[in-house]
């Protein structure tokens, strides 16, 4: 049974910063890509950044790159994101995700975790 479990959001004014965690279980961690994707109100499931089963790739929407960082620690099977200089439109449910694809979309990856909330107020 894999399992993601994030942690690490809540309710911050712009231009702070917060890291999101996600841990994994279930899966030899180390294997896969690990993404994060976030949902607004009203709006579709996104992409947000991914970082390849190395660490060694990764890749990030247009609208969070130079702000945000990604990055997995394998030994702790946890994935990171750093958000940096957030913004009102950053507010969204954040989910974790893992699958052997690499492509910024939703049917690449087939697990995911609850979601964690990240509000930015301005």
């Known amino acids: 049974q894999v399992q993601l479990v994030e942690s690490g959001g809540g309710l911050v004014q712009a231009g702070d910063s917060l890291r999101l965690s996600c841990a994994a279980s279930?899966?030899?961690?180390?294997?896969?890509?690990m993404a994060w994707f976030r949902q607004a109100p009203g709006k579709e499931r996104g992409f947000v950044a991914a970082?390849?089963?190395?660490?060694?790739?990764?890749d990030f929407a247009d609208s969070v790159k130079g702000r945000f960082t990604i990055s997995r620690d394998n030994a702790k099977n946890t994935v990171y994101l750093q958000m940096n200089s957030l913004k009102p439109e950053d507010t969204a449910v954040y989910y974790c995700?893992?699958?052997?694809?690499?492509?910024?979309?939703?049917?690449?990856?087939?697990?995911w975790g609850q979601g964690t909330q990240v509000t930015v107020s301005s």
């Open positions: 970082i390849s089963w190395s660490g060694g790739s990764t």
């Open positions: 995700a893992t699958g052997i694809g690499w492509a910024p979309s939703i049917y690449e990856y087939d697990y």
């Open positions: 279930g899966r030899t961690f180390d294997s896969y890509t």
